[in-house]
């Protein structure tokens, strides 16, 4: 089945820097991608997708890139403020959205941003 | 509209033990899966759904069993509980539009926090 690596698994940056969260998968037929950001004690929620005929997508400060070529994508958060502290999780799966076949995750990053 | 609901929000069981946690969509979503979160691990698939009456299992289905009767619920069963169980328990619930990719995605309820004892 696949599998997702993610690293690191704790990212410190100064407020206003910006993070890059880095995550590869091992199925070369894994189509769909999102990023889910997870607040402490509370559910996981999706910040950005991207679908393997896409090598990049952006949504204000946060962008997404994916080389299906190296089987690597990554989070890119730019400008970062408190609010960004949480625990970001990638996910891989072989159908579009990940309902049909259920989603992979990596293991998370907590991600800190430092005033 | 209420989303995923998930019911108890906290559960204390003993070794032995069966109960069942349930989910609940009103958005009509076809898809519908079970997730475990410990800590370190990330979320782990459990049982999944594509619509009523049709499940599968997901990385890590032992000791779970799942049904899926009508388009709204997908309650997880617990046969006989065992510590190794103890985690936050995420259901979520999508559906396929098809013409607008970004609403595809799986949106997941609250958590129910078991402890097995």
């Known amino acids: 089945g696949e599998n997702v690596e993610q690293h690191p698994s704790t990212l410190s940056v100064q407020e206003g820097d910006s993070a890059v969260i880095k995550c590869t998968y091992s199925d070369s037929a894994s189509n769909y991608f999102p990023w889910y950001k997870q607040e402490l004690g509370k559910r996981p929620q999706l910040i950005i997708d991207?679908?393997?005929?896409?090598g990049e997508k952006k949504d204000q400060r946060i962008a997404v890139t994916l080389n299906k070529t190296a089987k690597h994508f990554s989070l890119h958060i730019t400008e970062t403020q408190p609010e960004d502290s949480a625990v970001y999780f990638c996910a891989a799966s072989l159908i579009e959205g990940g309902g049909a076949d259920g989603l992979t995750f990596g293991k998370g990053t907590h991600l800190i941003i430092q005033p | 509209n209420a989303g995923v609901t998930q019911t108890p929000k906290f559960q204390v069981l003993k070794t032995g033990q069966s109960m069942t946690l349930q989910c609940a969509q009103d958005?009509?979503?076809?898809?519908m899966s079970w997730y475990r979160q410990d800590p370190g691990m990330g979320l782990r698939l459990i049982h999944y759904?594509?619509?009523?009456?049709?499940?599968d299992q997901g990385e890590v289905p032992n000791g779970y069993n799942v049904s899926r009767s009508t388009t709204e619920d997908f309650p997880l069963r617990l046969l006989s509980a065992a510590p190794s169980q103890t985690s936050v328990y995420f259901c979520a619930s999508s559906y396929f539009s098809g013409s607008r990719p970004s609403t595809d995605t799986q949106y997941f309820g609250p958590g129910t926090r078991l402890t097995v004892l």
């Open positions: 958005m009509n979503h076809e898809y």
């Open positions: 991207i679908r393997s005929n896409v």
């Open positions: 759904s594509v619509g009523a009456g049709i499940t």
